[in-house]
Nanobody, 123 residues
Framework: QVQLVESGGGLVQAGGSLRLSCAASGRTFSSSAMGWFRQAPGKEREFVAGISSSGGFTKYADSVKGRFTISRDNAKNTVYLQMNSLKPEDTAVYYC????????????????WGQGTQVTVSS
């Protein structure tokens, strides 16, 4: 059974940093793109960042460019999201995703999703 488990969320002041982790189990995703998405209250889920299977290609939403960094460790079957200079508008539940249905599309759609981790940024 495939599981994606996010961790690292929490409450942080504006300008602070958090590092999210997503550990996959049940199968390896080393040949798959992986991504991070978020959903704020009353809003649709949106793409945040994606990374190719090798880690050589990354893509970011305009709203997080220059502040967030996605990375992966295929040996650990884990993807990370380093979030710096956090803003109140970054407050959301963050989800990781794995196995893009179109292999080269780091923006998805994806077959597997985690349960989400809450990130709250206070002003």
């Amino acid at each position: 059974q495939v599981q994606l488990v996010e961790s690292g969320g929490g409450l942080v002041q504006a300008g602070g940093s958090l590092r999210l982790s997503c550990a996959a189990s049940g199968r390896t995703f080393s040949s798959s793109a992986m991504g991070w998405f978020r959903q704020a209250p009353g809003k649709e889920r949106e793409f945040v960042a994606g990374i190719s299977s090798s880690g050589g290609f990354t893509k970011y939403a305009d709203s997080v460019k220059g502040r967030f960094t996605i990375s992966r460790d295929n040996a650990k079957n884990t993807v990370y999201l380093q979030m710096n200079s956090l803003k109140p508008e970054d407050t959301a539940v963050y989800y990781c995703a794995a196995e893009a249905r179109i292999s080269w599309s780091v923006q998805g759609p994806y077959n597997y999703w985690g349960q989400g981790t809450q990130v709250t940024v206070s002003s």
